[in-house]
């Protein structure tokens, strides 16, 4: 029942607050996935499972309380966001688990696009009416 409810409110909204809450909808759903993925690199890293190696970090600078925390989560947003900057690299389980990271994050972006293209029909075919009933 909650379910309808929210699909009809959400029909209902204007053109710009539905953008807006599209928006908001895909940025929550962007750090979920980033989340999500850090705690399972945070236990992998932890467990020695699939270990998180830091290439640049030296023993002059020392590690502190929150590296176990910001590492993962710093490896999963680069992974997600296809940046992939070479200083963090992945091993054992960790890099199966980072693959599938990769892939959502090279096909949410597509289905972003396809979203935005039915959004917006206007911008594909500007001549052709929107309001026609065929």
């Known amino acids: ?4 409810h ?3 409110r959400e029909l209902a909204m204007p053109r710009k607050t539905k953008m807006l809450y599209n928006i908001a909808v895909l940025f929550m ?12 690199y945070m236990i992998l890293d932890y467990t020695d499972i699939g270990p998180i190696v830091d290439h640049y970090r030296t023993h002059v600078k020392a590690k ?15 992974t997600l966001l296809s940046v992939g900057y070479g200083d963090l690299t ?16 090279y096909i949410l972006p597509a289905t972003v696009a396809v979203q935005a ?7 594909l075919n500007p001549d052709r009416d929107t309001n026609q009933d065929d």
């Open 29 to 40: 759903l962007y750090l979920n996935i980033i989340l999500s993925f850090a705690v399972i």
């Open 6 to 8: 929210l699909i009809e």
């Open 64 to 78: 502190t309380w929150f590296d176990p925390l910001l590492k993962p989560l710093y490896f999963s947003a680069i």
């Open 90 to 105: 992945p091993f054992g389980l960790s890099r199966i688990i980072s693959v599938f990271e990769a892939m959502i994050g």
């Open 117 to 123: 293209v039915r959004f917006f029909p206007a911008i």
């Open 1 to 4: 029942m909650k379910v309808t």
